[in-house]
């Protein structure tokens, strides 16, 4: 990885704030598992957020997060059941390489959430601050703009799965996926 130390390391990044956040007294707070619990005794909250924007860590990462704040929201939904969405704010964006990724992984994690929280999958809502197309991207998202998108393909999960740290790769099937040749493109660092 571009980013990367010599052994590898990023430093705290997102996966360590999300589920190891340290607190006050060196207490770690596990955000995901906070927000399924508020999910499920207090859907109506407007405090269902996870941050990894961590100030104190900012400097011992690697790369400051880009994608740094996501929010759920439910609403009433089929059958007494609640609807479950997503919102994700993304600080800097690279609109040929992150943003596809950033898309597929919140929309997933948002499937996963409802899931294990037995409700609908609402909608997930992307807003950026900085979205930018590199120079040596332009040639690339012409080609790819050039083509005819295929019919969405449909994701589905494994609806045994009733704990969010129970998933496995097997647990996920993407259904009637068609792609165009893969684009190659640089890394910007």
């Known amino acids: 990885d571009e980013w990367a130390d010599e052994n590898g390391d990023l430093g705290?990044?997102?996966?360590h704030q999300w589920r190891s956040w340290e607190g006050k007294d060196g207490k770690?707070?596990?955000?995901?598992?906070?927000v399924i619990h508020q999910l499920r005794t207090n859907p109506d909250s407007r405090r269902m957020i996870v941050?990894?924007?961590n100030v104190a860590a900012l400097p011992e990462m690697a790369l400051m997060p880009c994608h740094c704040l996501f929010q759920f929201y439910t609403s009433p939904g089929e059958n007494g059941r609640r609807k479950l969405s997503c919102q994700l704010y993304q600080r800097s964006a690279d609109v040929f390489l992150g943003v596809p990724f950033?898309?597929?992984s919140y929309a997933l994690l948002t499937m996963m959430m409802a899931q294990?929280?037995?409700?609908?999958v609402g909608s997930f809502v992307h807003t950026f601050g900085d979205v930018h197309l590199y120079k040596n991207h332009v040639d690339q998202a012409k080609l790819q703009l050039s083509r005819t998108p295929y019919p969405l393909p449909q994701m589905e999960l494994n609806p045994e799965v009733r704990?969010?740290?129970d998933f496995k790769?097997?647990?996920?099937?993407?259904?009637?996926?068609?792609?165009?040749?893969?684009?190659?493109a640089p890394v910007a660092v």
């Open 28 to 34: 770690v707070f596990d955000q995901i598992l906070d």
């Open 12 to 15: 705290p990044v997102y996966g």
């Open 51 to 53: 941050s990894a924007w």
């Open 163 to 165: 704990d969010i740290l």
């Open 116 to 120: 294990v929280c037995n409700m609908e």
């Open 169 to 184: 790769y097997e647990d996920f099937t993407l259904k009637n996926y068609q792609f165009h040749p893969g684009i190659k």
């Open 102 to 104: 950033n898309i597929a």
